[in-house]
Each structure stands twice: as structure tokens, then as C-alpha cells.
């Protein structure tokens, strides 16, 4: 695995290829995240996004295929995680180095509205409240590259709107690359710049949003595209009849022979 | 603050009388067992009456011989327990860690384990004549197995998750061991930590029986030889009070140590 200076693209994945036994998750999949762009991964249950969070995120090993990523990167898996036994700037400064390690994780506490939680112990936080403490570990690291495993599924539907509006924010300030992995379609188009779906071991189809943030629901495009990506899951939603699809929402099917180019998107209707 | 006070002192009240309820079996049965020996029913050489008991613990305390004894008892249980738990907890460390490890370690203290390690007394006797070393030895390696087994399992019961999160945040292998292997196997070390010093205790008990100059042991059997029930007692209640008091220390440990822990967040 490689690490490349800071340029676009951030990451490149070329003909990854995962396999488990005889069970081959990943079959050459394709990828480039550009620098400082917010991905969402969608895909049904098991459809292998987490495996491939799990590569971008060095905890396996790429056995076939190219990936080249930024150095320095932090994941939020769909649990928090926190050591029970550490006080929750002590999660946040976990094998943190450098001066002031405390200093910058009340900062990253402070950013995620938690600066009043430093000494208390993780099995004293709400769900919302352990999953900013995990936003906030991944965020004091200064990461070029955010990986975010379902960090919200777990959460209510209130909690979890408020931690949309958090993560927006806070990519807006910091500008990491993200790759958010997902199964809800309003998360990806309230946050990402692009929504990916995964299917038999690809990138299936692709779907630019271009809304400005901060987006709301009301957002013009918003169902269709919410349609689009939900048929391209295989949830068949109609969307408004008579409406004309603007280009730039229409989700792009990429056939087996095309890969999805960043740089050059062939828009084509489902 | 006087709100906070009302249902605590309610709380008080209530804990009092709870102690109290328990107290009136025991007080019973002291009561009972005075009148047994003062009428003559249980003579003094089968048992002593619990006020002869009470002045001989009296005067054994004012000769401190009570206190010269169980100071040797102690430093015997306090070395053995240092070696057994050192030796315990290397060994979980080397079995719970690695593999080979394992393989290397668990065989052989699971045979041994099977072994009633009471029964090694006369080839101890044998090997380290009868000193201080047999007595230590003997609580050395009754306490290595409580402490080995509960180690081993508490590092192999960690969850995986937190160690795969130790990794992506960029530990190295000893700082996994430092923040999470450790100090989530903790709890489980502590139980462990509770039945080695109870053990400890129990093969005192039989070590200074057997053959000792010292200690509450050779208290109890100089005692046997001259019929004196009363210091027997004396003896049994010392042990007793030590194992409570140790089961105290340990719980207090515990409750400082294992802060974090949610049933200690709420009690
Ligand atoms: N460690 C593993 N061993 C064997 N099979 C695995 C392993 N991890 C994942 N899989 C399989 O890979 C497939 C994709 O899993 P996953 O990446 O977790 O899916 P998703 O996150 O999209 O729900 C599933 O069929 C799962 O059973
Ligand atoms: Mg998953």
C-alpha cells in the first residue's frame, strides 16, 4: 500500500478484488475520492461496504488489486468503541502524539459540543453522546481521509439529524475526504458529494449532488434522486410523474465493462 | 441540599435496621451458648463459654502473643501471595497473549491443577525441611491457579472490536497491552486476585498445623495439647476476622479500580 502526497486524487482503488472462501465480496472494484470530497457508499446488507471501509482503513490486507491512500487516516465504526476504562478525553487522545495531547482533544470535544463530558466515563453517555466522542477521536487526528462505517444507524431519528448537521459542519471547517458507508439514501444526499452504490462486488451506479450545503429535505431534486438511488438498491419508488430529471440528478448505471470516471461522469438514466 | 438529606437519612435508617435484623440470630446463639456453658451442658473442655473466650482473647492480646503469632501468619501470607500471584500472572500473560504461549503453559497447570495441592504438603516437607519455606511454597501454589485462570480468560475475553479500534488509532503491540489489554482484563484479574488470598488462608491454616512454631496455626495446636478451648476459639475467630477483612480490602480495591465499570457507575 502506498501513500502519495497531498493530490488529487486522494484515494485510488484499482481492481479490488476480496474474497472470503469461496464468497467473493469485492470483484475489481474502482474508486478514485478526490481530495477533500465527501463519498457515501450505499449498498444492501452485506453487499460488502464494510469490507471495503475495512481495506481503506488498512485493518485488511489488499491481497489483489491496487490502493493507493493518504497516510493519514481515522475511522468511526457503527460502535463507538471506547475503551470503557478511559475517560473520554483519555479515548480521545488514545495513541495520540505530540505536545498538549489534552489541549487538542478538549478542543476536538468542544467541537462535537461535548467539552462538558472530558471526565466522565464512557458508560455514562447516551448513544449520540459515545458516537461524538468516537467523531471527536478521528477528528483530533487531523485525518486527510475520514472513513465512517453506519456511524449514525444505531442512533434515533432525532439524535441522528443532529449528527448530520454535525458531520456537514465539521467537514465543511476541516475539508477531509470522507467515505461515509450507509444505508439510508436522505443521509447520502443531506451530506455526500457523491453517492455510490455497491452491487455484486462494484460500484454499480454513481450520483453527483451538487446541491449547496447546508441541504435540507425540501432541497429541489431531492425525491428524485432519492428514487433514483432507492431503485438502484432495488426499493422501486415512483418518483413525480411529468417532471423532467435535471442531468445532473440522474443516477449513472455503469455497465460491467465501464468503470466510473470522477473526471469524466457519462450520466445515463437507470 | 436538605432534599438530598431527607431520602438519604431515610436510606440510613433503613440500613441500620436491616443490620440490626441481622444481628439478632447471632446475638441469640451467643446468649444460648453462655447459658449452655454457665448451667454446665457443654463443659469447658468441649467448648468455652463465649466470656472466657472473650478474656482469653484479652489476655493473649495483653502478652502480645496474639499479635506476634498473627504477624507471622500474615508475613507468610503476604510472601506466598506475592510469589503465587507474580507466577499467576506471568504465566495468564504468556498463555493469554500468544499461542505458542499456550501451548507452552496451559498443559501442564491443568495437570497440576488436577492435584489437589494439599496433598503436596509431605513431599514440601520433604524437599524444604519444615522453616518458613514449606509454608510459603504451599500458598505460593495454591494462589498461582486462581489468579492464571481468571487472567487468562479475562485477556482472552476482550473484546476484539476495541483492539482492531487500538489498531487503527496507531497503538503499537505494547501500548495495545498497556491501554487495553490490561486494563480490560482488570476485573477479571481482581476475581482471581479474591480467591488467591482466600486460598492463601486456607493453606495457612493447614501448613502451620502441621508442623510450625509460630503462627495462628501453632497457636490452635499448642492449644489442642492443652485442652485450652478457649484459645482454639480465640484462633478460629482470628482467622475469621482475616479473611473478612482481606475480602474488604479487596472489594475497596475493586470499587476504586474499576471505577468505569457501569455496575459500579450506578451502585
Ligand atoms: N471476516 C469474514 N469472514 C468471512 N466472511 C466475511 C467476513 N467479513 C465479511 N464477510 C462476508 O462478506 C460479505 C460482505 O460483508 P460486509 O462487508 O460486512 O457487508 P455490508 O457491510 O455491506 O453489510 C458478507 O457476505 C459477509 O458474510
Ligand atoms: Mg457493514
Redo the contacts with the bound molecule.
Sequence with gaps: MKTNPRSAPDVSVRGLTRR??A?T?LRGLDLDIESGEFVALL??????????LRTLAGLDAVTQGEVRLPANRAVVFQEPRLMPWKKVWQNVTLGLTGADARGRAVAALKEVGLDHRLDAWPATLSGGEAQRVALARALVREPQLLLLDEPFAALDALTRIRMHELVAALWTVHKPSVLL?THDVDEALLLADRALV?EDGRIRTELKITQPHPRARAMIGFSLMRADLLSALGVDVDGPAGIAKPADTVACRVPDDAKPRRTAPVLRSV | MTDALIPNQGNMLRKFAHSAGRAVTPILILVAWQIASATGLVPERTLASPLHVIGTFWTLIADGELQDNLLVSLRRAMEGLAIGVSFGTVFALISGLSRSGEAAVDAPLQILRAIPFLALVPLFILWFGIGETPKIALVALGTIYPVYLNLYAGIRGIDKKLLEAGACFGLNHWQILRHIVLPGALPSFLVGLRYAVGISWLSLVVAEQINASSGIGYLIMSARDFMRTDIIVVGLIVYGLLGLLTDILIRTLEHRALAWRPSILKG
Design positions: 472470503f472462501g464468497n465480496v449498498g444492501r446488507s452485506g453487499s460488502g461496504k464494510t469490507t471495503f458507508v455497491l
